[in-house]
């Protein structure tokens, strides 16, 4: 069993920066892939960025790529994503997931593999 808990989220202008964080426990944390997603109103949830359980290989969604950065400290069970110059369709849900199992033909960037879900931090960008 595995417990996530994320933080950081909040509200901002665009062309700020937040950092959110996800807290992990329940499990060895450096050996689980680790993701963002997030979910606008009324859209489906979507894959932002991910990163192995080393930490060595990170992933991300076009729309976020050269603004967000996924990191991850394994001594303390933490998993972070940057969110850097901020747009209004930023705005969403973020939700942190654990990828357990991973299987290396399993890919990064869609929700079946992560089988850990956290309960949601809300980031809203005004314009």
């Known amino acids: 069993q595995v417990q996530l808990l994320e933080s950081g989220g909040g509200l901002v202008q665009a062309g700020d920066s937040l950092r959110l964080s996800c807290a992990a426990s329940?499990?060895?944390?450096?050996?689980?892939?680790m993701a963002w997603f997030r979910q606008a109103p009324g859209k489906e949830r979507d894959f932002v960025a991910a990163i192995s359980g080393t930490g060595r290989t990170t992933y991300y969604a076009d729309s976020v790529k050269g603004r967000f950065t996924i990191t991850r400290d394994n001594a303390k069970n933490t998993v972070y994503l940057q969110m850097n110059s901020l747009k209004p369709e930023d705005t969403a849900v973020y939700y942190c997931?654990?990828?357990?199992?991973?299987?290396?033909?399993?890919?990064?960037?869609?929700?079946?593999?992560?089988?850990?879900w956290g309960q949601g931090t809300q980031v809203t960008v005004s314009s």
């Open positions: 329940g499990r060895t944390f450096s050996s689980t892939a």
């Open positions: 997931a654990a990828d357990t199992n991973r299987q290396p033909e399993r890919s990064y960037y869609t929700e079946e593999p992560y089988d850990y």
